[in-house]
């Protein structure tokens, strides 16, 4: 299975987007998706996640509050709606999956191509 990222776009300070990570077959009960991004000269960082069988959900409190993470089910398909958004939320934006409740990067798999979003101040 395969995770795919898409959404991303340029957006003014204060302006929303929502991202998209599609899976190309069945996402199982014991998974988690997560989104991350990674600015350019930093760190992949954690925004996100969403246990696939109850849709609990984690936040940083770098977005707690402005982003949302939800799932379809019918649709394979986690989204990552985002508000508020300020120019320290330009990044590339990816998703993955994990069997962990975890924000560690070294814990997730199967990474997709990111999508990119720009806020222009």
């Keep these: 299975v395969q995770l795919q990222a898409s959404g991303g776009g340029l957006v ?8 998209s990570c599609a899976a190309s077959g069945r996402i199982y009960s014991s998974w988690n998706i997560g989104w991350f991004r990674q600015a350019p000269g930093k760190e992949r960082e954690f925004v996100a996640a969403i246990t696939w069988s109850y849709g609990r959900t984690d936040y940083p409190d770098s977005v707690k509050g402005r982003f949302t993470i939800s799932k379809d089910s019918a649709k394979n398909t986690v989204y990552l709606q985002m508000n508020s958004l300020k120019p320290e939320d330009t990044a590339v934006y990816y998703c993955a999956r994990t069997v962990q409740r975890s924000r560690m990067v070294g814990d997730y798999s199967t990474w997709g191509q990111g999508t990119l979003v720009t806020v222009s101040s």
């Design 12 to 19: 003014q300070d204060g302006g929303s987007l929502r991202l």
